[in-house]
Nanobody, 116 residues
Framework: QVQLVESGGGLVQPGGSLRLSCAAS????????LSWVRQAPGKGLEWVST????????SYKDSVKGRFTISRDNAENTVYMQMNSLKPEDTAVYYC?????????WGQGTQVTVSS
């Protein structure tokens, strides 16, 4: 079955960096786009970034452009998000998301807290 397992979250000071990972299994990873979606405390889900199957096409929410970089390793079935210059408003649970054959799959999420 499809599994998405996120890791790499934690507590970081403003201006710091984190690298999130999402290890995928149960589907042909290289054939599908993957996304990162976050949910801040008390708020709804918010799309952050998407990387297409070949890795050459990426897109970002405006507020993270220039600070976050999404990438993928199709040999390792893993998608990453490098997050630099983190701000308190980036605090959220970050989820990995895949849409496969008209069905959505989610990981369990990883908490990112940006605070001094």
């Amino acid at each position: 079955q499809v599994q998405l397992v996120e890791s790499g979250g934690g507590l970081v000071q403003p201006g710091g960096s984190l690298r999130l990972s999402c290890a995928a299994s149960g589907f042909t990873f290289s054939s599908y786009a993957l996304s990162w979606v976050r949910q801040a405390p008390g708020k709804g889900l918010e799309w952050v970034s998407t990387i297409h199957s070949g890795g050459g096409i990426t897109s970002y929410k405006d507020s993270v452009k220039g600070r976050f970089t999404i990438s993928r390793d199709n040999a390792e079935n893993t998608v990453y998000m490098q997050m630099n210059s983190l701000k308190p408003e980036d605090t959220a649970v970050y989820y990995c998301n895949a849409q496969i054959l008209n069905r959505e799959y989610w990981g369990q999420g990883t908490q990112v807290t940006v605070s001094s």
